[in-house]
């Protein structure tokens, strides 16, 4: 089966970087795929990783290793609007369906 | 073009009511997924479409949930016989196909079963 752990609270301040891990026990999947949900509205999608390494959209960037079994999602120079739940997510092979992790709610102080 | 599209947006009903869920996908999209989201918690996986391929049921929590996918475009998520428990944001995605992982979501239906 598939399941997809993050750590569920993340705080950090304005200006900071913070990084939201997430680790993964499935038996093959396509890539790793990170979404942004703001309270009250709909899940965006920010990032994919289809190969191991860094891929970087701005202020943020998304780290894939499959030998580890485990990505993060970086996010550098944090602002207040950057505060909402992060989702990582991947397609499982064997089900081809988007299977999404346990989220992790970031809070941004001034 | 128009995102994906969920109606209504609220909908509050009495224990035991059967309620329909109605998700218009982006044109083109070949895969449409169905979420449940209860208030502070993560996303839990209903139902999934592609193509004209059988649907996914596996994350259907009981018989008394139902989707149908018509001519490969609008999707209906039932519920029959509402009980509290089902109370929650359900969430349409729909995504081009193939190995893509980008699922583009609707705003959801707000479900309150009183």
């Known amino acids: 089966g598939q399941s997809l752990e993050q750590p569920s609270e993340v705080t950090a301040v304005e200006g900071a970087i913070v990084q939201i891990n997430c680790t993964y026990q499935?038996?093959?999947?396509?890539?790793l795929s990170w979404y942004q949900q703001h309270d009250g509205g709909a899940p965006t999608f920010l990032s994919y990783?289809?190969?191991?390494g860094l891929e970087e959209t701005g202020r943020f960037s998304s780290f894939l290793s499959r030998s580890d079994s485990y990505g993060y999602l970086l996010l550098q120079e944090l602002q207040m609007k950057d505060s909402a739940s992060y989702f990582c997510a991947v397609r499982a092979r064997n089900t081809d369906k988007l299977i999404f992790g346990t989220g992790t709610r970031l809070q941004v102080f001034p | 073009g128009a995102g994906v599209s969920q109606s209504p947006s609220n909908k509050v009903t009495e224990k035991g009511k059967d309620v329909e869920l109605r998700c218009d996908p982006i044109?083109?999209?070949?895969?449409l997924y169905w979420y449940r989201q209860s208030l502070g918690q993560g996303l839990e996986f209903l139902i999934y479409f592609q193509g004209n391929s059988a649907p996914d049921k596996s994350g259907l929590p009981s018989d008394r949930f139902s989707a149908e996918r018509t001519g490969g475009s609008v999707s209906t998520l039932t519920i029959q016989r509402t009980q509290q428990e089902d109370s929650a944001v359900y969430l349409c995605a729909s995504s081009p196909g193939g190995l893509t992982d980008t699922q583009y979501f609707g705003p959801g239906t707000r479900l309150t079963v009183l």
């Open positions: 990783n289809a190969l191991d």
């Open positions: 044109s083109g999209h070949t895969a």
């Open positions: 499935t038996s093959g999947f396509y890539g």
